[in-house]
């Protein structure tokens, strides 16, 4: 049997313990259907919170264009710690320090800091109720209404959208939160017509917000890039902390500013596990 992806060469990475494969298909015309993402997550060693695929970029001056798959199939329009993941794989062997990489939801850009630690510069945050979006038109979505409610859940939570949506709860204890009920039925609650991504927040100090994560598409985490930003806008806009913040996630931190000029940069490391092939054995299901 033959396939497509058939020796194409995958790295396996992480970015503070979001586990993350980063597949470069530049220089072909191949797309990866979301059942295809789904086969390879199954492969031993290659479960993935998101797999980031890098295809030829449509603008000048851009180094590559990126699709993001969730473990279930689905896409996402922004993945932070998956960038740092990128940035890392294009950094490598003496490739460029500084990307500009094409995504659904904007241009984004990554600088290297270290040997494994880069700066993504996630863009501005969109904060309308239907740039987020919600099903509902909220005139304020710093304190939106979780109607129906779902039991066990706070009432209210921050809206912000990092390319990708999130609801961030504002909790006294974030690790005596049950993620694992909350996180799906807040995913799939219906003020989301898209899902969202569920943050449980804890402010530490002024500087340093505790997050927990149940990611959209995918579950529960050790980290989530995007959702770390998106805390620490929903944290200033609210006066609960201020523009700048580290935030401790299960799987290591990650420090975030959101600057005077609107962008919201993140910092952080990466680890770089392995680098495979794909076989066209793993896709004999797809096929079928
Ligand atoms: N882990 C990512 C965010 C992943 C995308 C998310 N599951 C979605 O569907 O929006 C990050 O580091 O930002």
């Not at 998101?50 to 603008?59: A, S, T």
């Not at 510069?121 to 005139?139: F, K, N, Q, T």
């Not at 996180?183 to 991504?197: I, T």
Request: hydrophobic letters at 45%.
């Amino acid at each position: 049997m033959t396939h497509k992806l058939d020796r194409r060469p995958i790295l396996r990475m992480n970015g503070i313990g979001n586990e993350i494969l980063v597949l470069d298909l530049r220089g072909s015309d191949i797309v990866l259907e979301p059942q295809e993402a789904r086969a390879i997550a199954r492969q031993p060693g290659l479960k993935f919170d998101q797999l980031m695929v890098l295809h030829d970029p449509r603008g000048e001056g851009a180094d590559a264009a990126m699709r993001i798959y969730n473990i279930d199939g689905s896409l996402s329009a922004a993945c932070g710690n998956g960038t740092r993941c990128v940035a890392y794989a294009l950094a490598r062997n003496g490739g460029p320090e500084r990307l500009l990489l094409e995504t659904d939801a904007g241009p984004v850009r990554s600088r290297r800091e270290a040997e494994t630690v880069f700066t993504i510069d996630m863009g501005r945050p969109r904060l309308a109720a239907r740039e987020i979006p919600l099903s509902r038109d909220v005139a304020d979505t710093t304190a939106v209404m979780v109607e129906p409610k779902v039991q066990g859940a706070p009432n209210f939570f921050c809206a912000v959208n990092m390319g990708n949506p999130h609801a961030v709860f504002f909790v006294p204890d974030a690790a005596a939160v049950d993620l694992e009920t909350l996180g799906p039925a807040l995913e799939r609650h219906p003020l989301f017509p898209e899902r969202a991504n569920i943050s449980f927040a804890q402010l530490l100090t002024g500087e340093t917000i505790l997050l927990r994560v149940w990611e959209r598409g995918t579950g529960v985490t050790r980290a989530c890039g995007s959702a770390a930003c998106a805390t620490v806008v929903a944290a200033a806009r609210t006066g609960r902390a201020g523009r700048k913040a580290v935030v401790k996630l299960p799987g290591g931190d990650l420090a975030i500013a959101w600057g005077e000029d609107d962008h919201v940069l993140m910092t952080g490391p990466v680890e770089f596990e392995f680098e495979t092939e794909l076989d066209a054995s793993m896709f004999e299901e797809c096929a079928a």
